[in-house]
C-alpha cells in the first residue's frame, strides 16, 4: 500500500517553461490537494478537489491548474513558471471516514 | 488574512524537557484542530487533533490544551526528545464542510538538544 505518491521529486525550470506534477493515491480517495509550502508561511491550499472530474480553488491558484480526471490521480500543471512558484509542492488525500490529510514527500521545484 | 496564528516560529529545547507551540484561530466555525508533524524531506503527517468539546486530550507524551472561550490550542510534548525534533503544523477545520480544508499555522521548527 503506496499511500500517496508525488512525481517528480525534484525539478527545475527556466522561467517560462511548463510542467505537470503528478498525484496518485491507492486509498480510493474522494478529497484530493495541491499545497505549497514556503519558509516561515507553512502549507497553503493551491487547489483541491471533492471527487472525480471536480476541482476548486485553494487560498494561492494563481498561475496553476489543475484536473482530477480519475479517481486516483490529481495533476498540477505549471503552464509558464515564475521564480515566485519555487516551492516544495505537496499533495495530500483525504476519506471518507478518516479524520486526517495523507501527504506525499513532496516535490521540491525550483524556477530560475 | 490569517485565520489560525501559531506561535513561537521557532523553539529549542533541552532533552527531558517540555515544549509548548500555542496557535490562536479567529473563525468560530471551527470545530477540530489538528496538529501534524513534518519531518525533513517528509510530507507532514498526524500527530493528534482535538474537537472542541473537550478542554485536553492527551496520547503518550503529546497533549493538546483547548480554549474554546480564548479561541486558543496549544501541544505540549512532555519528555522532549532529540526525535521529536520537527515542524509542527497546527490547523483547523469545519467537520462536514464538503471540502475537508484544513488551514494551517505558519508552523514551528522545534529542535530538542541532548
Known amino acids: 500500500n503506496a499511500g500517496v505518491t508525488q512525481t517528480p521529486k525534484f525539478r527545475v525550470l527556466k522561467t517560462g517553461q511548463s510542467m505537470t506534477l503528478l498525484c496518485a493515491q491507492d486509498m480510493n480517495h474522494e478529497y484530493m490537494y495541491w499545497y505549497r509550502q514556503d519558509p516561515g508561511m507553512g502549507l497553503r491550499l493551491i487547489h483541491y478537489s471533492v471527487g472525480e472530474g471536480t476541482t476548486a480553488k485553494g487560498e494561492v491558484p494563481d498561475g496553476y491548474n489543475v484536473s482530477r480526471l480519475k479517481k486516483q490521480n490529481f495533476l498540477l500543471g505549471l503552464e509558464s513558471a515564475a521564480p515566485s512558484q519555487t516551492s516544495v509542492y505537496f499533495c495530500?488525500?483525504?476519506?471518507?471516514?478518516?479524520?486526517?490529510?495523507?501527504f506525499g514527500s513532496g516535490t521540491q521545484l525550483s524556477v530560475l | 488574512q490569517q485565520q489560525v496564528k501559531q506561535s513561537p516560529q521557532s523553539l529549542i529545547v533541552q532533552k527531558g524537557g517540555i515544549s509548548i507551540i500555542n496557535c490562536a484561530y479567529e473563525n468560530t466555525a471551527f470545530d477540530y484542530f489538528p496538529w501534524y508533524q513534518q519531518f525533513p524531506g517528509k510530507g507532514p503527517a498526524l500527530l493528534i487533533a482535538?474537537?472542541?468539546?473537550?478542554s485536553e486530550k492527551k496520547e503518550g507524551r503529546f497533549t493538546i490544551s483547548f480554549n474554546k472561550s480564548a479561541k486558543q490550542f496549544s501541544l505540549h510534548i512532555m519528555d522532549s526528545q532529540p526525535g521529536d525534533s520537527a515542524t509542527y503544523f497546527c490547523?483547523?477545520?469545519?467537520?462536514?464542510?464538503?471540502?475537508?480544508?484544513?488551514?494551517f499555522g505558519k508552523g514551528t521548527k522545534l529542535s530538542v538538544i541532548p
Open positions: 495530500a488525500s483525504f476519506g471518507s471516514g478518516d479524520e486526517k490529510l495523507f
Open positions: 490547523a483547523a477545520s469545519i467537520v462536514g464542510a464538503g471540502s475537508y480544508q484544513l488551514t
Open positions: 482535538i474537537r472542541p468539546d473537550v
